[in-house]
């Protein structure tokens, strides 16, 4: 049985529909890219998923609890004043959504160590979360996704603002941890080279159409001119894909790297 | 007016059990008020703090004036525009404007309930700035009722109302029902406020509400440390200020809201200095 199914799944919004008939089965330990311009409703997708956003038709279903997705967010400053040490973000990301005073017992505290340290972050354990720089952040947010030991990552953006350096050492540490705990990952990216070595298939999203398939089945020229309606290229270069002109009509003169 | 008007012990031994149900009533007060505020700074709701207490004024004047039991019309107020609040505005924009917009009318509806009411000046200020003998036992009855529920009731969502406050986007993805705990601590807030305008009145709610825990917001970070030392902070202010204002002539207020901000002051210095600013 699957981990994730979503069967017809459609959103539209005023008559337009974000996407459509999405059918896709995830299974244990699957890595999933999900591609797509801004606005093409990637960040919907994965609210459907989470069950906080409601479908137009169609089904989702997953096959475990909502407290059994561990969520990684994009990349935000948060207020330097903000009174949230690292070391509890990451233990609410275990515990977090359970009624009750937030006693912490010696179990506790050794799993959100140990989540800390998979990330290489045992050190910012008592920082404040405004403190941090943006590639610490995106890593104690890795460690606060996988301290619940989830069966799916759901990452959304998680590498934006971050330089390329801290764009693979985040990318990295997803991957890894989900070969430790065999969950499986959906991953929305506007750049699919920093995962490209991981993902195992692809979702695109254009102009209310999709696409699924593996990287080589979905990023090639017809597929993405057949989903933009327009002409694209797919270049390949030393194991990196170029699209160009996918964006054309949103910014001029302007190649993107998908 | 001398100086034995503002402090005056020479008869302290014999004024301590006349307010023994106003000291009761007040470090009840600290504690709630102390633990509810810590929320009420997570989730930047101070001055929606202020317009929940006008309406708070505003119920227990009309009740007042209609001779029902004050306790009660300032709890319906307070609830009532918590609701108002919780359910209209839940962006913080819409959030400020409308508190903008309930508390003049709610103070201007007290006003009217005060300047209608024949009994004598002096209760009618108390609604406004506080009052220290006047806690009967019904009164410090209902006091407790109020803590036991804001207690209780906190101690059964603080985890994920703490989750939801400080990190709202994955708190809502990991399944934390923020809208609810919002509306269901807006009702604890509006209690917490009621609770407050019988004893310190409905202008200085703030010094309990909000002052002691942005001055332990401005010393720790910790889950733990917050609130103890924002309970401490409010009992320190409360009984402390009941006391001294026993020996004196004027009111409990004050008191009470001197020692918070002093308090606060200190908070924000001490914080200056460990931080080698």
């Known amino acids: 049985m699957s981990l994730l199914r979503l069967s017809n799944a459609t959103l539209s919004f005023d008559e337009r529909a974000l996407w459509s008939g999405v059918d896709l089965e995830v299974q244990q330990g699957e890595f999933i890219a999900l591609i797509g311009a801004n606005g093409s409703g990637k960040s919907m997708l994965l609210k459907a998923i989470l069950g906080t956003q409601h479908l137009t038709s169609g089904e989702i279903s997953f096959a475990g609890k909502q407290s059994e997705i561990g969520y990684v967010p994009q990349h935000r400053n948060a207020d330097s004043g903000l009174p949230l040490r690292v070391f509890d973000a990451v233990r609410f990301g275990l515990d977090g959504h359970k009624l009750g005073l937030p006693i912490s017992s010696k179990e506790l505290r050794s799993r959100v160590n140990a989540a800390l340290a998979e990330v290489e972050a045992s050190h910012l354990a008592q920082e404040r979360v405004g403190d941090l720089s943006g590639g610490e952040m995106q890593r104690v947010r890795v460690a606060q996704a996988i301290v619940s030991k989830p069966k799916l990552i759901l990452a959304d953006e998680p590498l934006s603002a971050l330089d390329l350096n801290h764009q693979q050492r985040v990318a990295e540490l997803i991957n890894k941890q989900r070969k430790a705990l065999g969950s499986a990952v959906i991953f929305v990216t506007h750049d699919l080279n920093p995962i490209i070595d991981y993902v195992d298939r692809v979702i695109y999203l254009a102009q209310g159409k999709h696409s699924i398939g593996t990287t080589d089945e979905v990023m090639r020229s017809e597929v993405l001119s057949e989903l933009y309606g327009a002409e694209i290229d797919v270049v390949r270069n030393q194991g990196r894909i170029v699209v160009l002109g996918a964006h054309d009509h949103q910014h001029h003169d302007q190649e993107e790297w998908v | ?277």
């Open chain 2, 1 to 277: 007016m001398d100086f034995s008007d503002i402090i005056n012990f020479s008869d302290y031994d014999q004024l301590i059990p006349l307010v023994l149900n106003s000291l009761w009533a007040g470090a009840l007060l600290a504690l709630i008020g102390g633990l509810v505020g810590v929320f009420v700074m997570h989730r930047e709701l101070s001055f929606a703090v202020h317009g929940i207490s006008e309406l708070s004024f505003a119920g227990a004047a009309v009740f007042l004036l209609f001779s029902l039991d004050v306790v009660f019309g300032a709890v319906f107020g307070s609830l009532l525009a918590a609701a108002i609040i919780a359910f209209l505005g839940d962006k913080a924009r819409d959030r400020n404007s409308i508190v903008a917009v309930l508390m003049p009318f709610g103070l201007g509806l007290g006003i009217l309930a005060l300047a209608l009411y024949p009994g004598r000046a002096a209760n009618k200020f108390g609604l406004l700035t506080g009052q220290i003998v006047a806690v009967d036992d019904p009164k410090l009855g209902a006091m407790v009722v109020i803590a036991l529920v804001v207690l209780l009731t906190l101690a059964v969502i603080w985890r994920p109302l703490t989750f939801a406050s400080l990190d709202q986007e994955v708190a809502r993805a990991r399944g934390v029902n923020d809208r609810l705990l919002g509306i269901v601590f807006m009702m604890l807030l509006g209690l917490a406020v009621a609770g407050a305008v019988q004893i310190v009145g409905a202008l200085l709610v703030l010094a309990l509400l909000v002052t002691p825990a942005a001055a332990a917001l401005r010393l720790t970070s910790s889950q733990l440390w917050v609130p103890v030392l924002s309970v401490t902070f409010a009992l320190v202010s409360m009984v402390g200020g009941t006391l001294l204002a026993l020996g004196g002539t004027l009111p409990i207020s004050p008191y009470v809201t001197t020692i918070s901000f002093l308090i606060y002051l200190a908070a924000r210095l001490v914080a200056k200095v460990r931080n080698g600013a």
